[in-house]
């Protein structure tokens, strides 16, 4: 009786969907999660925009050429420049304004640093930054993927709810129309029919209750893989009690036959712990290149052009070039600080590994933990199931012989009621478990 108790509905809303409908398994659900997902989508936007940063600190170390060309109309007042030519002897006076005339300049310029220690330092920790950018969105896809797969599961457990209330609702709606039988025949009591009726009533109130909690599951579901709320999935791998596979069994819920241990050694690299890494990496070459700054930087510049009064007559080629040293020898305590700024982003960094390491060997603990126990609670529940199945055919039929009251039936079917959502939950608690322990063990491309 639990196999078609727990039958799935899956078929039942595949014939009620039309171009909506969305099969999907959970390793789709989960690579739709990576696609789709809010959180995965602006991690690797993060990312992209890493690599632009990166770009722009390779830009400040090469070359930089640029034209400029002016042409000016122009006179010069030499008073008021400070500038006089008195008159000698028979020569005429220089002239105190000279102008207007017109002149014209066009050249090339260019530069490039010979000596930049801070900006090739900053070129490195931006190439850090992006590595810590890819390693984060990795992270965050990893995440996201999770989430799609939790909110497959929650659905898979939803409508497995809602199926056990359907048939408790139909168990219950046979016991009245029994009841009201037998009262009728003069075997029953009003009271026992009124009875009946309150458990019909009870197990309508369970199933709207479930066909919200399914309908707000379909929705979180389609949200995070990026559908259309409208849409009607159909789920490819439901739990498995839905599947008629066997509860309790470690092959059946596809589990690792063997839990490993929780040595972070033995598992592939965490990319939590990785991008914990690079980012103490990215804020050592920060701390390098802002010791650096106290470096003297040596430019090469130069321009080479036509300059003239004409262009097309008396204009003339000049070129410039020159070294540059800069050194900033003091600007007010600004340097200082933002060394202080930077020892602590070096200081939080150590504090993230260790946390990052923590809180993997945390979760790979407690998923392990929970995957064993709920194991054995999806025994449980089974066997409960079965019992409280039993006991209440029998009650039924002692019911039926006249032997006993419905009050008998209707304690057996909310014991009934009971088991089924205690295995349904365990069942679903072992799914999650698994799905934690996967990711905390970096294996969730195993599904």
Do not use: C
Request: hydrophobic share 45%; proline share 4%; glycine share 8%.
């Amino acid at each position: 009786m639990i196999h078609a108790l727990f039958l799935p509905i899956a078929a039942a809303l595949a014939l009620q969907a039309g171009s909506d409908t969305v099969r999907v398994g959970l390793r789709q659900a989960m690579d739709l999660g990576r696609a789709a997902g809010y959180q995965a989508a602006l991690a690797r936007s993060r990312a992209a925009e890493a690599e632009g940063r990166l770009g722009e600190a390779r830009g400040a170390l090469l070359p930089r050429v640029g034209a400029t060309a002016w042409d000016a109309v122009r006179s010069i007042d030499l008073p008021a420049m400070g500038l006089s030519f008195p008159a000698s002897g028979d020569a005429p006076a220089f002239p105190n304004k000279i102008g207007p005339f017109n002149a014209q300049d066009a050249r090339v310029n260019g530069r490039v640093s010979l000596i930049d220690a801070a900006g090739w330092n900053r070129y490195r920790a931006a190439g850090r930054a992006v590595e810590l950018g890819r390693l984060e969105a990795e992270a965050v896809e990893e995440n996201s993927a999770l989430s799609a797969a939790e909110a497959y599961l929650a659905l898979a457990r939803a409508r497995a709810l809602l199926d056990s209330r359907r048939s408790e609702l139909a168990l219950a709606s046979q016991l009245a129309e029994l009841s009201l039988a037998q009262k009728q025949a003069g075997s029953a009591a009003q009271i026992e029919v009124l009875r009946a009726q309150g458990q019909v009533s009870a197990a309508r109130s369970a199933l709207t209750a479930a066909s919200g909690g399914e309908e707000r599951a379909r929705y979180a579901f389609l949200r995070i893989i990026g559908k259309d709320l409208d849409a009607v999935p159909v789920l490819s791998d439901p739990l498995p009690i839905a599947a008629g596979m066997p509860p309790g069994s470690a092959e059946a819920a596809g589990a690792p036959a063997e839990t490993p241990g929780d040595s972070l050694s033995a598992l592939p690299p965490l990319p939590e712990i990785a991008a914990a890494e690079k980012r103490k990496q990215a804020a050592l070459l920060e701390m390098r290149s802002l010791r650096s700054e106290l470096i003297p930087t040596l430019d090469l510049a130069g321009d080479y052009g036509l300059s003239g009064r004409r262009l097309n007559a008396r204009a003339e080629w000049t070129e410039n070039i020159m070294l540059q040293l800069n050194w900033t020898i003091w600007e007010g305590g600004r340097r200082r600080a933002r060394l202080s700024q930077q020892a602590e982003r070096l200081r939080q960094a150590d504090l993230g590994i260790r946390e990052a390491r923590l809180a993997a060997r945390q979760d790979l603990r407690e998923s392990a933990s929970a995957m064993r126990t709920l194991r054995e609670e999806s025994a449980f529940s089974l066997e409960r199931v079965r019992l409280s199945e039993e006991e209440e055919r029998l009650s039924r039929e002692k019911f039926r012989s006249g032997a006993a009251g419905n009050l008998e039936v209707i304690s057996a079917q909310a014991s009934v009621s009971l088991a089924h959502q205690a295995y349904i939950d365990a069942i679903y608690g072992y799914g999650r478990a698994r799905l934690e322990y996967l990711k905390a063990a970096h294996r969730l491309s195993e599904i």
